[in-house]
């Protein structure tokens, strides 16, 4: 390997800066002043390395050396160390281990092709009409003029109900699951406090138990859903029952919030772009482009996760084996060295090469659905109203890092003539 320069701003307090309220309402010029400073960073109170660079994270989501199964991280959750100062962290870590976004190689293949065939061209068009319904059904108990919070009222339910519908799973859970989700999320934020490793581990354990007994009963069933996918690779020997439930619990965490917060964060960005919503609402043609520019504008998850398995180079700078590395999607997705004003929402942009659903092994296998989701979602609310403004402030969830959403965005609506 080349003389490489080995890190770069060790004074920055990042989690101070990353859990900071203003940081939270608006992290964007916080990002940019440190990306000014470099590309890849080292936080030296933990070893931790952040990209904040986009050619930097390109090569790092690409790179075979750099890995996601979190065993790997030398001072992480997975030693004796750990164990010993925080057992219920080791444990939270451990029984969240066994699936795909938490192994590399033939253990994550094996795992990502179970669930391959559900997120396929042909699977997500049997899926429009599914998603219409719900979305038209979610709209008809909107009022047709006057105030609604659009996350209570449409952004929250809906990619819920979709889920439930993929699992075939009552609505009447959809509660239960949101609370089980929203627990469970944290864990994306990396270094969680007691009390979430609490929560977290309780939600867990009721999720895994739920998910159980729905085995249990409907094992005999030949279903065509994603639940059926997921019982018939635990009948013949593909996952073991750990492995079949913490896929699931994954897949029904990692498909709700996010989704809910591309809906959410795309209304705001359209709320304060009018210009663009004209545009849109001109050119219907144009929704595809502004999903990924609403994905890249405002990512909701802000941090993408690797280990490295080996020594390994980033943009100059050497990232020792065993090393945690994190990419903050907030600033890689803005990064003024790739894209042209970078903070302005353009909704045709061109080649937008926005990195909010990670790359590389790991690419979010749920993204063909999302992306359905959120077109279909923005194609009906605009179809249905006419006039849409912002009703009031709206209010960021600040009680998380790594998912960045709205918990309510005041609306007010009229429908179309
Ligand atoms: C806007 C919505 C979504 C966003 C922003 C998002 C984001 C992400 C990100 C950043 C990753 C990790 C990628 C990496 O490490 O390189 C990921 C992985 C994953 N996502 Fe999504 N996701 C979304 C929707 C969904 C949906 C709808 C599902 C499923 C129903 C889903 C299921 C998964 C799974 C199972 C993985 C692990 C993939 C693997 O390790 O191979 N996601 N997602």
């Known amino acids: 390997m080349s003389e490489v320069q080995i890190e770069n701003g060790g004074d920055i307090d990042w989690w101070s800066i990353l859990s900071d309220q203003t940081f ?14 470099g590309p890849v960073h080292l936080d030296r109170s933990n070893g931790i390395y952040f990209i904040l660079g986009h050619k930097a994270f390109s090569k790092a989501a690409k790179s075979s050396a750099l890995g996601r199964d979190t065993r790997n991280w030398t001072n992480g959750w997975n030693t004796e160390d ?15 281990q066994p699936q795909m976004i938490n192994n590399d190689g033939d253990i994550h293949r094996r795992m990502r092709k179970v669930y391959e065939p559900a997120f396929r061209a042909q699977a997500m068009t049997s899926m429009v009409s599914l998603i219409e319904e719900e979305a038209g059904a979610l709209l008809k108990a909107m009022p047709d ?6 996350i209570e009222a449409f952004a929250g339910p809906l990619p819920l109900r979709v889920l439930c519908k993929l699992f075939d799973i009552p609505e009447s859970l959809d509660e239960t699951i949101a609370r089980w989700s929203a627990s469970l999320i944290r864990i994306g934020d990396i270094l969680m406090t007691p009390e979430q490793k609490v929560e977290a581990m309780e939600a867990l354990g009721e999720f895994k138990t739920f998910l159980r007994e729905q085995i249990s009963t409907r094992k005999n069933r030949d279903e065509d859903n994603l639940m059926g996918l997921a019982i018939e690779a635990h009948k013949d020997g593909t996952l073991d029952e750990e492995e079949t439930l913490t896929n699931l619990v994954s897949m029904l965490v990692a498909g709700h919030e996010t989704t809910v917060t591309l809906i959410g964060n795309g209304m705001l960005l359209l709320m304060r772009n009018p210009d663009e919503m ?3 609402r001109k050119d219907p043609e144009l929704m595809r482009t502004a999903i990924e520019e609403f994905l890249r504008v405002e990512p909701g998850g802000n941090m993408i996760l690797r280990i490295a398995l080996e020594d390994v180079e980033v943009e100059g700078t050497l990232i020792p084996k065993g090393s945690p590395v994190i990419g903050l999607i907030g600033a890689i997705n803005r990064d003024p060295v ?3 004003r970078p ?6 942009r061109p080649a937008n090469a926005q990195f909010t659903f990670g790359g590389g092994a790991h690419f ?6 999302a992306r359905l989701e959120a077109q279909i979602a923005f194609s009906a609310v605009l179809d249905k109203y006419g006039t849409i403004e912002l009703a009031g402030k709206p209010e960021w969830r600040l009680d998380r890092m790594n998912a960045r959403g709205l918990g309510h965005l005041p609306l007010r609506v009229e429908r179309a003539a």
């Open 24 to 37: 939270l309402e608006n992290p964007y010029p916080e990002l940019h002043r440190l990306q000014a400073l």
């Open 82 to 96: 750990y164990r010993a100062h925080d057992p219920v962290g080791y444990r939270l870590f451990s029984e969240f």
């Open 145 to 150: 003029r006057g105030e609604v919070d659009f």
């Open 278 to 280: 004209a545009r849109l």
């Open 338 to 340: 790739r894209f042209e």
């Open 343 to 348: 903070d302005e929402l353009d909704i045709g």
């Open 364 to 369: 979010c296998i749920g993204a063909p659905l």
